[in-house]
């Protein structure tokens, strides 16, 4: 029987006193794919495990780390706006690139109890480009928004060995922060801030909140860039995006932000210490659809 099949899903795994929780912090929530996606990849991978949804605000992100540490059959969660770069300083261990994107999207409850974490947003959205056939090593990129996705972004950009990194955030104190810190970390990359949309571009990348609700105006005009760049998304639901839309109205190619996550979830099982050898993870993923 393939992961694929069907019948694999008919009877997810049941739930018992050996069942590992995981899932997903952030506020709002109704919008993730993860709570369809993963039940399936635990199933067809073997794990006991089930993925929930932990919706709150800011004010709670603190109450709600004390309480799920104290939960010894908690495995982790990731963790999605507006608390990516505010769960950073909370825990007790962060790895280097977590430390150089300035956020959080990837946490683990450790066997002492205390709370990892890991930034793999950029790492996903990286493999998920060049999945597509789309080069980053050398590329010109423009990155917009510099919050928790745009500074995992950023620095596995950089990591990727893009040409240059041109940025825009409307926030100058986080920009200046984050230029700082990806220069620290790759001092051979040239990182600048820009107001407009640049010339000879060929990515430019959405990582604002902007499409997400109903109504949100295009982060940018895609229609100011190169007829050649690649117009590209962080937001999954909904797939097609008001930039998104625009984009392809005027002949430009797009990349909807689901590659990114697609290609984080092998990540997310590795961080976790679930065994999926045997299982094209990042097949299953695209055969759920979404």
């Known amino acids: 029987m393939k992961a694929t099949d069907p019948e694999l899903f008919s009877g997810l795994v049941p739930i018992d006193g050996a069942t590992r929780l995981y899932g997903t912090i952030g506020d709002p929530i109704r919008q993730l794919r993860m709570t369809g996606i993963m039940p399936q990849v635990f199933a067809a991978v073997g ?5 929930l949804p932990f919706e ?4 709670l992100l603190p ?10 059959n908690l495995g982790g969660f990731t963790v ?3 608390h990516k770069t505010a769960v950073l300083p909370l825990l007790d261990r962060t790895t280097r690139r977590a430390q150089a994107a300035g956020s959080i999207n990837l946490v683990r409850r450790e066997a002492d109890g205390g709370l990892a974490g890991d930034s793999v947003d950029g790492v996903g959205f990286v493999r998920g480009l060049e999945a597509q056939g789309h080069r980053v090593r050398g590329a010109s990129v423009w990155l917009v928004g510099l919050g928790g996705a745009g500074g995992a972004i950023a620095a596995a950009l950089c990591e990727a060995g893009v040409g240059r990194l041109l940025v825009t955030e409307i926030d100058d104190a986080r920009a200046e922060t984050a230029i700082d810190r990806l220069l620290t970390h790759y001092p051979d990359t040239p990182v600048a801030q820009v107001d407009a949309p640049p010339k000879g571009v ?5 990582a604002t909140p902007l499409g997400l609700k109903p109504g ?6 895609p229609v100011a860039l190169d007829p050649g760049a690649l117009v ?3 937001i999954m639901s909904p797939a097609q995006t008001p930039l998104l839309q625009r984009a392809r109205a005027h002949g430009r190619r797009i990349h909807p932000g689901r590659h990114m996550l697609d290609h984080q979830i092998p990540l997310y099982l590795e961080w976790f210490g679930i065994d999926d050898r045997g299982v094209d993870v990042i097949a299953l993923v695209r055969s759920i659809g979404g």
């Open 202 to 206: 060929h990515i430019a990348v959405n």
């Open 63 to 72: 109450v709600m780390l004390r309480a799920l540490v104290e939960m010894r």
């Open 232 to 234: 590209a998304e962080v």
């Open 80 to 82: 999605t706006i507006p």
């Open 216 to 221: 949100d105006p295009p982060a940018f005009d």
């Open 56 to 59: 709150g605000g800011a004010g």
């Open 47 to 51: 794990a006991n495990a089930v993925w």
